[in-house]
């Protein structure tokens, strides 16, 4: 490679912020990516599956306000102390940044709703006032949900190209001009040769995960694959927990249960149920042989399953921003609240709706949202070739 550009993408420990902007990465031509995340994060998985990706780590700046509903002396001196250290984790995260941005001299910065964006974005505009016009760092900023979260309203200002997932979004304050476009997606993830080859690849590096999809893909059962996020859902294992012996009755289940410590014991390995805790090129694999899936509503999760017209059911975060998600796309799924008093009657409505309800739903055209990528990527590529 001649020359590569370097290109910072901030992550953010969770899965969130860094998928869309690593799909996009993978799409640009002669750069050299480097990461931005904290240490112990998710981005440590994306740098150990990408071959020559560098990550550099910043504090974990989240500002904390103090709260004035506080009844005592005690929790005024501990909410002050909590907002002390945020501040000066911002503080020293800025000036890191600053430090990165004259030691590797980046292109372009490309974000998606990280909270270090703040400090990373700021200390880009402290480095193009250095720099002639013609020279400057380009930034890239994508807003996931529908209500821009505070660290893309504090930096959409300075961006070149901002782009949003809905049309509510534009709305709000510097998003009004946004472009609408589907969550940026690793879409040659779920290509038919490559799917053939991570399943085939099993054979070598995952044989047990390999007999399971083999046996269940000739079974007359269908595949139910449940998820809960990067790190699981407690929430959700509880209640494979519980209802695991009636869901077998009619699926075969796999079971992604992530790292959580489950309240209550997982049924053990068998013939018609396999948990595990991480997934990585095996993913695509899953998703594309499941027949049902059981997920959050976190947007790369919804985008992919609307991309491959995946009958799923959405399971949201309760009292997060991902109940505000599910109400934008509730059309193509069906949506199971968290709430306890429901979940015990989960597993017979399951078997009321699937699979006839499913069939209702019209998806969106994946040749579309795979054209509005492939522009949107092309459009990013100009801006950094300019």
Not at 18 to 27: D, E, G, T
Not at 40 to 63: C, I, N, R
Not at 330 to 340: A, C, I, L, S, T
């Amino acid at each position: 490679m001649k020359n590569p550009k370097k290109v910072f993408l901030i992550a953010g420990r969770t899965g969130g912020p860094i998928m869309p902007v690593v799909a996009i990465a993978k799409k640009l031509k002669n750069i050299e990516p480097i990461i931005i995340g904290v240490k112990g994060g998710f981005e440590d998985a994306v740098v150990k599956q990408s071959t020559g990706w560098k990550l550099l780590t910043l504090p974990e700046a989240k500002l904390y306000f103090l709260s004035f509903s506080k009844k005592n002396l005690y929790d005024y001196i501990t909410e002050a102390g909590r907002m002390i250290k945020s501040i000066a984790a911002l503080i020293w995260s800025l000036l890191k940044s600053v430090f990165y941005i004259f030691k590797y001299k980046p292109s372009m910065i490309i974000g998606a709703g990280s909270f270090l964006s703040v400090p990373v974005i700021t200390a880009t505009r402290v480095a193009n006032w250095f720099r002639k016009k013609g020279n400057k760092i380009k930034i890239v900023i994508h807003q996931q949900d529908p209500d821009p979260g505070f660290s893309n309203k504090l930096t959409v200002s300075a961006a070149n190209i901002v782009t949003c997932s809905h049309e509510s979004t534009k709305k709000y304050k510097g998003f009004k001009y946004c472009q609408v476009m589907p969550n940026p997606l690793d879409l040659d993830r779920f290509e038919p040769e490559n799917i053939a080859k991570q399943y085939n690849k099993m054979k070598e590096t995952d044989l047990d995960l390999y007999k399971f999809l083999t046996k269940t893909g000739e079974s007359d059962k269908p595949l139910l694959f449940i998820f809960g996020g990067g790190s699981g859902s407690r929430f959700i294992n509880t209640w494979v927990a519980k209802t695991a012996d009636q869901l077998q009755k009619k699926f075969n289940i796999l079971h992604l249960k992530g790292t959580l410590q489950e309240e209550y014991p997982l049924p053990e390995n068998s013939e018609n149920y396999m948990k595990l805790e991480y997934l990585a090129d095996q993913y695509p694999v899953v998703m594309t042989m499941a027949d049902l899936v059981i997920s959050r509503a976190g947007l790369s999760s919804i985008t992919e399953l609307l991309y491959l017209q995946k009958p799923a059911i959405i399971v949201p975060l309760f009292n997060s921003h991902q109940e505000k998600n599910v109400k934008e796309i509730e059309q193509y799924f069906e949506v199971f609240m968290q709430r306890k008093e429901e979940i015990d009657q989960w597993g017979d409505r399951i078997n009321k709706i699937y699979p006839t309800e499913f069939a209702k739903i019209q998806y969106p055209d994946p040749k579309q949202t795979k054209a509005k990528l492939e522009a949107y990527y092309k459009q990013i590529q100009n801006l950094l070739d300019a």
